[in-house]
C-alpha cells in the first residue's frame, strides 16, 4: 500500500531470529565460494622470509595457486574448509543477529532510519559478538592451511585432530584463542565498514521511488561485493598479524599482537600487512556477493514460510 506521495512504506525489520537464520545461510555462501581465495592468501602472509639471493616461495598470487594445484590437486585449495564452516556459519548468524541489534538499539522507533555513522556502529557491534567464536575457528584453519604447504609429514590429521592437539599442547585461551586480540582488531572496525558501506549502496543502487528493499539480486551481488572489498581494505593489516601470531611457533611472539607488528616493521617494512592482498581482493568480491545474496534470498524465503516469525 502506498502512501500520499505515491511511494511504498519501509519495509519491516526482520526479526532477531530471521536476522539469525538467514545470516548463518549467508556465512555457508560465503564459506564456500571465498575458501580457495582464503587459503592462497593465508599460505601468501606466513611464508616464510627468503633467505639472502634466494627466491621466496611464491612469486605472486597466481603462482601460490599454481604450485597449490600442482602438488595437492583442487582439493588443495580447500584444506581446511571444514573448520571454517562449521565457525563461519553460526558466526555469521551472530553477525547479522548482532547487527541488527545494533540497529534496534539506536532506534527510537521501529523502523526509524539509520545514519551511516549509527550503522557503522551497529556494524561494529556485530564485530564484537562474533570475535569469540572467530578466533578458535581462524586458528584451527591457518595452522591446516600452512601445513598442508609444508613438505613435512603433516602434524593434524583434520580440524578436530587439530583442535585437540591444540588444546592438550597449551589449553583453551593460549592455545585454540590465541590471536583473539588481533582478530577483535581486525573484525571490529572493519564489520562496521562492512555493514554501513552495504546499506549505503542498497540505497544508491535502489530504483527510481523505491527503496532499498527493492534491490534485485543483480544489484544485491554488486553491493554485497563491494561492501566485501571495503571491509577487507580495513581488515587486510591486521589480518596479517593475526595470521602470523596464530601460526607462529609457542614463544614467539610473548606480547602478541605487538610483537608481530615490531617484528614484520623491522624486518620486512609496512608493505608487508599487506602481503595476499590481491587474493583477499579477488576472493572478497564474489564470496561476500554470496553472503549478501544468500541472506537476502534466506529472509524472502523465511518470509514467505514463516511471515509471523
Not at 593434524?156 to 593460549?174: N, S, T, V
Not at 595476499?276 to 545474496?293: D, Y
Amino acid at each position: 500500500m502506498s502512501n500520499e506521495n505515491g511511494a511504498r512504506p519501509p519495509k519491516k525489520a526482520p526479526s532477531a531470529v530471521k536476522d539469525f537464520l538467514a545470516g548463518g545461510f549467508g556465512g555457508g555462501c560465503l564459506v564456500f565460494v571465498g575458501h580457495p581465495l582464503d587459503t592462497i592468501k593465508v599460505r601468501m602472509q606466513t611464508m616464510p622470509a627468503p633467505a639472502a639471493g634466494q627466491a621466496p616461495m611464491y612469486s605472486g598470487s597466481l603462482d601460490c595457486a599454481r604450485q597449490t594445484i600442482a602438488k595437492e590437486g583442487f582439493r588443495g585449495l580447500y584444506k581446511g574448509m571444514a573448520a571454517p564452516l562449521a565457525g563461519v556459519t553460526p558466526m555469521f548468524a551472530v553477525c547479522f543477529l548482532g547487527f541488527g541489534i545494533g540497529k534496534r538499539l539506536q532506534q527510537k522507533n521501529p523502523g526509524d532510519e539509520l545514519s551511516q555513522f549509527q550503522l557503522f556502529n551497529a556494524g561494529m557491534l556485530a564485530g564484537v559478538c562474533t570475535t569469540a567464536i572467530m578466533a578458535p575457528g581462524e586458528r584451527i584453519k591457518c595452522l591446516l592451511q600452512i601445513q598442508s604447504a609444508s613438505s613435512g609429514k603433516p602434524k593434524y590429521a583434520g580440524p578436530m585432530d587439530c583442535a585437540k592437539q591444540i588444546y592438550r599442547e597449551a589449553g583453551l585461551f593460549r592455545g585454540l584463542y590465541k590471536g583473539t586480540g588481533g582478530t577483535f582488531l581486525r573484525d571490529v572496525p572493519a564489520s562496521g565498514v562492512y555493514f554501513s558501506v552495504y546499506e549505503w549502496l542498497k540505497k544508491q543502487l535502489a530504483p527510481a521511488g523505491g527503496s532499498s528493499s527493492d534491490l534485485g539480486t543483480g544489484g544485491v551481488l554488486l553491493a554485497g561485493g563491494l561492501a566485501g572489498m571495503a571491509n577487507w581494505s580495513v581488515a587486510i593489516a591486521p589480518d596479517t598479524l593475526k595470521s602470523r601470531l596464530q601460526t607462529a611457533p609457542e614463544g614467539t611472539y610473548p606480547r602478541g599482537v605487538r610483537d608481530v607488528f615490531v617484528s614484520v616493521m623491522r624486518n620486512e617494512g609496512p608493505s608487508a600487512l599487506f602481503k595476499g592482498l590481491a587474493p583477499v581482493m579477488l576472493r572478497a568480491f564474489p564470496a561476500n556477493a554470496a553472503c549478501f545474496c544468500g541472506y537476502e534470498f534466506a529472509i524472502r524465503v523465511l518470509d514467505m514460510i514463516a511471515p509471523g516469525l
